[in-house]
């Protein structure tokens, strides 16, 4: 997701519909905007994932990771259950580790192959983690994503897609 214009994300956002028992407000004011998540997320240092395993049951796990291009990044190891389960199936959650300021991105994971990426990438973590990563890295498309501070009245969803 190129590109830093916070209206241009914010012109996806709306409000999540579920159970009107849950007091979600209808109207527009009050929700949050692109800068929130863009601010939780470049901020923290772990993020929770969860994939799908080849039998179909949800893997979890915490992971590091940077924010580039106004989406996630993670990297890992060949062999790591989470990277085995995006071969089969890209389909992935990521979430923060707070219940209070929350963000839910769902969407799919593109495995990084452009050199000036992975160089970016590698740098940011050196930046965040103080190490050299290398790759795979794999890129969040987020599809939906969840936020809020003060449930249920800024609870905000943005639709791409």
């Not at 290398?134 to 969840?146: K, L």
Request: with cysteine.
């Amino acid at each position: 997701m190129v590109g830093n214009d916070v209206e241009e994300f914010d012109s996806h956002r709306s409000r999540p519909r579920t159970e009107q028992g849950y007091g979600i407000p209808d109207e527009e004011a009050g929700m949050l905007s692109w800068t929130f998540v863009r601010e939780q997320m470049a901020n923290d240092e772990y993020y929770w994932i969860c994939t799908n395993r080849p039998d179909g049951h949800p893997h979890a796990r915490p992971v590091w990771g940077v924010w580039v291009d106004n989406t996630v990044h993670c990297g890992g190891g060949e062999r790591t259950r989470w990277v085995r389960n995006l071969q089969l199936d890209s389909r992935i959650v990521v979430h923060r580790e707070s219940g209070e300021a929350v963000v839910i991105i769902e969407g799919t994971a593109e495995r990084v192959t452009d050199t000036d990426l992975e160089d970016r990438l590698d740098s940011a973590y050196q930046g965040k983690y103080g190490i050299h990563h290398g790759a795979p890295f794999f890129t969040v498309q987020p599809e939906t994503v969840y936020a809020w501070s003060d449930y249920p009245n800024d609870a905000t969803k943005w639709q791409f897609g």
